[in-house]
């Protein structure tokens, strides 16, 4: 939950409780009381297991095209491949 207050300050953590005046959260660092009037506003995060999913399918498609990108410069052996931000190139010559 993201709480944001009358003074501009936002918390962004878990609901501990609920209190007959305030809020309680518990932030990655501390656990604080947000009173009622405070509040100005209540958010709920959309991270869900669904965005971790399309950020996994990304990654793995950009490591295919980079595998088919390698195979496509005829490069054999994976030592004579570098790859930089996901896309391969030819590692330059020993000299």
């Given amino acids: 939950m993201l709480i944001t207050t009358d003074s501009g300050d936002e918390l962004n953590g878990r609901i501990r409780e609920l209190t007959a ?4 959260i518990i932030t990655r660092r501390e656990q604080a009381t947000v009173p ?22 990304g990654v ?11 195979e496509d410069l005829g490069c054999d ?3 004579s491949m570098a ?13």
């Fill in 60 to 70: 793995g498609a950009l490591l295919a095209i980079a595998a088919l990108a390698a």
């Fill in 21 to 24: 005046d305030a809020l309680i």
């Fill in 77 to 79: 052996q994976p030592e």
């Fill in 83 to 95: 790859f930089f931000g996901g896309v391969a190139t030819p590692a330059p010559a020993a000299t």
């Fill in 36 to 57: 009622f009037a405070e509040i100005v506003r209540i958010a709920h995060s959309r991270d869900t297991s669904a965005n971790g999913a399309k950020i996994g399918f």
